[in-house]
């Protein structure tokens, strides 16, 4: 899934290619990807991008003050082409699930996978759009202050805490792990009972991963950053390899839909955690 690093790239790319130019005619070949149905799409057509930005791990296309709001959920991507073919796309067929023509040049939203959750927006305003207007505080935005009230009192894990959108945006699967990682705590400690110097550590590994993972990805071609985030991760989806911290073996902690890495030496204290749905931090 694109976190606030590749989303944050994407929107700078948007910026560097998009922004000044018209958009010609955007084509809609999956319509289960649009949640808003007035302001309709055509209202899009002859605006110019004026800005691109993000909220959270949503990606802002403003077009003179109509907003193409996009998150990518797990499988989705954004597709930038210098030529897009003017034949219109037919729909239900492929990934492709919306085009957006921008004079010759423009992008294509795409979805892999059968699981669909690539959602479209398009409104006059971000804040009308209801995962963006229960986002908690960004994360590079976070002071350490803000960060210790936050997890104040809070007794769910801490690696649930960190991709809570609603208490801090932008982090999810795989850069909660790096995180954790280099704070070197437990996915399953409480963020209710972390001391200061823990919560100097997570605040300092928080702003140092997300800011070298946007700096590895601002600037790379669209096509390029799943590629240049899997080379900077040094535990997540690296189970069964060494860690490159101490050497000892990622482990894997599964569930239903989706799985998280962690190093035990690094992490907690050399003890595996159980590897159940109902798991504890084992002491």
Known sequence: MPELPEVEALAYHLREHAVGRTVTRVDVASFGVLKTVTPQWTELHGRTVTG???????????????????????AGWLRWSDSLSPVPPKPGRGPLALRVHLGGPGFDLTEAGTKKG?????????QEVPSIARL???ALELTREKLGELLAGRTERLKNALTDQSLIAGIG???????LHA?????YATPGKLTED???????AMQQVLTDAVTRSVGQDAARLKGEKRSGLRVHARAGLPCPVCGDTVREISFADKAFQYCPTCQTGGKPLADRRMSRLLK
Request: hydrophobic share 40%; glycine share 8%; net charge negative.
């Open 183 to 187: 704070a070197k705590l437990s996915p």
């Open 173 to 179: 699967n795989a850069y909660s792990d790096e995180i």
């Open 118 to 126: 690539l959602a479209v927006w398009i409104v006059r305003d971000p």
């Open 136 to 138: 908690g505080p960004d």
């Open 198 to 204: 823990t919560l100097d550590r997570l605040y300092e």
């Open 52 to 74: 691109a930005g993000r909220h959270g791990k949503h990606l802002d296309l403003d077009c003179d003050g109509l907003h193409l709001v996009v998150h990518l959920a797990r």
